[in-house]
């Protein structure tokens, strides 16, 4: 609530975005009013994301189900092994994007080399400095090369000013060949077959143990007062 109060407060259309928010029924979006521990135990952002593709899907029987799972995956499988197949750019679409920002605005950083394997690179300004390092693996202080396994812009000056090409430093997965490589096999469908259970499970045999019902009693220490646990009834079955 402190929060909203805040937000509320010291924002432009701050209380019209409290009302939005208020009229929102917090199960829907905040872990307090949550009654178990959702993301994390019960579900993930994995899990929800399927659900949502799979939405229409819910009320089909369950060989149907599975039937129009597969079709969603096949049907996924396809289009982006096409449109992979299709594209003449070594790097993938998102990661292409993103290293194509840094090349036009790497320019307004200043890289000064320590060494081979060093250097300091700092803003035209000099206000804001990152330290790149290459071993023992390549790394920046804005961390963002350890996160997402790409140079940053600031490596990108680096290796600019080095006049090295900064490719090497792209991991694989951001390669159309890996996309390929992930999409190149086909998923059988579910036949009639598959759903058939080849195992014979016959029902258990039940009998009933005759006479009063056994008792435990278990010392608490003292002595003075038992624990009793009735570990058999008589109208308890046992599976034989």
């Known amino acids: 609530m402190e929060a909203l109060g805040i937000l509320e407060k010291d924002y432009p259309n701050g209380k019209e975005a409290v009302a939005y928010i208020k009229a929102i029924d917090p199960r829907k979006f905040s872990r307090y009013a949550l009654v178990l521990p959702r993301y994390g135990r ?3 952002n994995a899990v929800e994301c399927m659900n949502a593709a799979f939405l229409k899907l819910r009320e089909y029987a369950a060989r149907r189900l599975l039937f129009e799972v597969w079709i969603y995956v096949m049907r996924s499988f396809y289009e982006r092994r096409t449109t992979a197949e299709g594209s003449i750019d070594l790097l993938k679409e998102y990661a ?12 307004r950083y200043v890289t000064y080399n320590a060494d081979d394997d060093n250097a300091l690179v700092q803003t035209n300004g000099g206000v804001d400095q990152w330290i790149v390092r290459r071993h023992p ?7 963002e090369p350890q996160e997402m396994q790409w140079p940053c812009i600031h490596v990108m000056s680096w290796c600019k000013g080095k006049g090295e090409d ?3 430093h792209v991991d694989r997965i951001y390669f159309q060949k ?5 999409y190149s096999q086909a998923i059988p469908p579910v036949t009639e077959q598959d759903l058939v259970i080849h195992i014979t499970c016959r029902a258990p045999k039940a009998a009933v143990r005759k006479g009063r019902a056994r008792t435990v009693r278990i010392p608490n220490g003292g002595g003075s007062s038992r624990r009793h646990r009735e570990y058999m009834y008589s109208c308890r ?3 034989v």
Do not use: D, H, I
Request: hydrophobic residues 25%.
């Open 42 to 44: 019960v579900t993930s």
């Open 96 to 107: 292409k994007g993103r290293l194509s920002e840094f090349e036009r605005e790497y320019g």
């Open 137 to 143: 693996r390549l790394s920046c202080s804005c961390y």
């Open 166 to 168: 900064y490719l090497p």
């Open 178 to 182: 890996s996309l390929l490589a992930c």
């Open 237 to 239: 079955t046992k599976l």
